[in-house]
């Protein structure tokens, strides 16, 4: 049975309190047959919609599909905005979309907008990264396409000249023939 997310809206929501470690992710698809998550709005227009006040990862949409649940799954036409890590250890991250595992994501036509942190990540991995628009670590073996997506207004607030944190719009560390365009 696919599983299908649809027209959600999450906003207003802090997370977590200083020196505790709390992982959110607004939407968590993982270990199912999800087919399509699409047309959800996470984060209002309002500055800091979403915060995380502990240590830990901020994350819009985590989507990790194992291969043997579906083949192909789509993460389109959502809106992830707003979204806010105060803390400044270097273990905090905020992304917009997680892509993961071995089932092929197609990611097309998502707005993200508006992601801060204080944190000092200078680290350019997959698992950190201070900010992160969408971050892709699929399975060696797959091709995910990453299309039409519009990525704006992604910040590290941070300001020590001691650290240069890390702040990318996609982030690749795994899969073959990846397809990116129009982005």
Known sequence: NNCVIENN???GLVIGTSGV?????????????ESSISGNTIGST?????Q?????????????VPLNFIPSYN??????????????????IVRG?????????????????NL?????????????????????????????????????GLRSLNTSSAVTPNVTGIMLSSGQGIIIDAN
């Open 9 to 11: 809206t999450l906003a």
């Open 21 to 33: 470690t709390a992982n959110f992710s607004a939407i968590q698809a993982t270990n199912g047959a």
């Open 46 to 50: 309002l500055t800091n919609s979403i």
């Open 52 to 64: 995380l006040l502990g240590t830990g990862t901020l994350t819009g949409i985590n989507a990790s």
């Open 75 to 92: 993460v389109a036409n959502n809106t992830i905005r707003n979204m806010h890590i105060p803390n400044t250890q270097s273990t905090m």
């Open 97 to 113: 979309i997680q892509l993961a595992n071995g089932s092929i994501p197609n990611c097309f036509n998502n707005t993200i907008s």
């Open 116 to 152: 801060t942190s204080n944190s000092t990540n200078i680290l350019n991995t997959f698992s950190s990264g201070a900010v992160m628009g969408i971050n892709v670590a699929v399975g060696s073996a797959t091709i995910p396409v990453i299309r039409n997506n519009t990525i704006f």
